[in-house]
């Protein structure tokens, strides 16, 4: 089964900046793949990879939501996980902060294309882009 050809104008969606808010996030992606008939293992890896972006807004900056976006274009769905937040280009250290920072790399193994809008202090607000096509 294939996607039409045409544009689907985006969805958009807020929701509160807090971890009991990933489980409505996830529903938010569940039901756009079953509507556009995604199969399992497209929709697993977007609802990952969103997790993560979302998450990544809720642990690591002070918004209080977060925008969620859901697009398709021919093969291709796009979502947009928005806050109001600054983006932190940092280096990790394991031995000081403990585990984590696996966040970019793992949504990047699980989409197609990944791109970060990082929000500044003068233009506060981080875009993430994820791009998923059927293969």
């Known amino acids: 089964m294939k996607f039409d050809d045409r544009t689907i104008v985006p969805d958009m969606r807020s929701f ?39 998450a990544n807004s809720i642990i690591h900056t002070t918004t209080a939501a977060i925008q969620l976006s859901w697009a398709r274009d021919g093969e291709c769905v796009e979502i947009e996980v928005r806050d109001t937040g600054i983006f932190k280009k940092r280096v990790r250290i394991a031995e000081v902060e403990g585990r984590g920072g696996h966040g970019i790399p793992l949504m990047m193994a699980l989409v197609d294309r990944l791109t970060i809008e990082e929000g500044t202090q003068r233009r506060p607000g981080t875009l993430v882009r994820l791009v998923k096509c059927r293969t």
Request: net charge negative.
């Open 16 to 54: 509160r900046a807090h971890p009991s808010a990933l489980f409505e996030i996830r529903q938010f992606v569940r039901e756009h793949a079953a509507a556009a008939s995604l199969p399992e293992q497209m929709t697993n890896d977007l609802l990952l990879a969103v997790s993560e972006a979302a």
